[in-house]
């Protein structure tokens, strides 16, 4: 990465793509594990199946106790705490 890096700006190398995170807390991106080589790429995303509003803190390593309960939040808060707006939303 150091040597992409021109001043302020990162230079993505030709055939390869700058990878953005998914919006989490700790979600990394290309600025973490690099870039993605065009090779790497097999298709393109249609729409966004399933977008839930989660607690900050439910999306960093825990335990597995832990996991287990952010998995059972979402299973009973699926109809109150699912953005409906964003379920099903094509990917443009």
Not at 15 to 33: E, H, L, Q
Not at 47 to 60: A, C, K, L, M, N
Not at 74 to 84: A, L, P, S, V
Request: hydrophobic share 35%; glycine share 6%; charged share 25%.
């Amino acid at each position: 990465m150091p040597s992409c890096i021109k001043g302020d700006d990162i230079v993505v190398p030709p055939g390869n793509y700058f990878v953005m995170g998914d919006n989490r807390t700790i979600s990394m991106d290309s600025r973490y594990w690099g870039f993605l080589p065009r090779e790497n790429i097999v298709g393109r995303p249609l729409f966004v199946y399933w977008s839930i509003e989660i607690p900050d803190s439910g999306i960093e390593e825990k335990p597995l106790a832990d996991q287990a309960q952010s998995t059972f939040h979402e299973f009973i808060h699926f109809f109150d705490k699912t953005r409906w707006s964003r379920t099903f939303h094509p990917v443009k």
